[in-house]
DNA sequence: CAGCATCCCCGGGGATACTG
DNA sequence: CAGTATCCCCGGGGATGCTG
């Protein structure tokens, strides 16, 4: 089990704080919990993925969104591309390692709030009938 | 009726699955992965902080965006506000228990993003000059 | 100190059309 | 299929001012 002390060391310790304004750490976290850079890296944990099977995985994501997203995070090193010069045209999707541990973290987080939500959808309404 | 969503939730095996666009579980995914969600989360993981001391913690946050932050978060159960009626007023706010949970899971891929920056650098560095 | 209210701007992001 | 280009709108979010 990882303490309070561990965790809150960490923080301050490292080169890199993401507590900080100007930390590079900073836009890589936002591509990262962001809208659509979280889905995505959690659909391509199971496995490499071609974009529009992404885009069905992904639901709700539009075309642009979703190659903006891919890009900054083949940019970040989080993930692959893999274009196959066929026609039609084939492009895979993938993890990197880097992305992959990413990634198993993200999941558990995301996993961790699913499981949550008959409590969350109860505390709403708590909170909202004792201010209605 | 079944729809493609359904079984496709189904494969999870999960009640609440947040690939699914109308899934309450994206819009509570959104609050703790969020800009500032997801940093004051983490920075109330050290302890209960008053609303000023968090916002100084969480550096570049507007008071408006930490009062709307908070509040979303204090609506899904993961933050609790602590008034005292004194004067000059007091506000702590503190994680409930499960928002302890959720923080510490963020603050372990916050931590893992962290300590990834130099590979993350790097790969950037990489992926900019081959198509300079 | 702890905030709500208001104004306002810019860019996130959706819709559509087009290309290789 | 796998994108890019363009248009355009709405709301995220900063700045400022005010209150208890």
Redesign the pocket.
């Given at each position: 089990m990882t303490t309070t002390q561990e965790l809150a060391e960490g923080l301050d310790d490292l080169p890199y704080n993401v507590f900080a304004k100007a930390c590079p750490s900073r836009g890589t976290l936002e591509h990262v919990m962001?809208?659509?850079g979280g889905l995505t890296l959690g659909a391509l944990y199971e496995g490499s993925l071609?974009?529009?099977?992404l885009r069905r995985r992904v639901d709700?994501?539009?075309?642009?969104?979703l190659?903006q997203t891919?890009?900054a995070l083949e940019r970040d090193g989080l993930v692959h591309?893999e274009?196959q010069p066929t026609n039609?045209?084939?492009?895979?999707?993938e993890l990197t390692p880097l992305g992959r541990q990413v990634a198993e973290r993200l999941l558990t987080l995301i996993h961790f709030v699913e499981g949550s939500m008959d409590e969350v959808l109860a505390a709403r309404e708590r909170y909202d009938s004792a201010r209605a």
């Open positions: 962001g809208r659509w071609r974009f529009n099977e709700g994501v539009s075309e642009k969104m190659s891919l890009h591309r274009a039609p045209p084939r492009v895979d999707y």
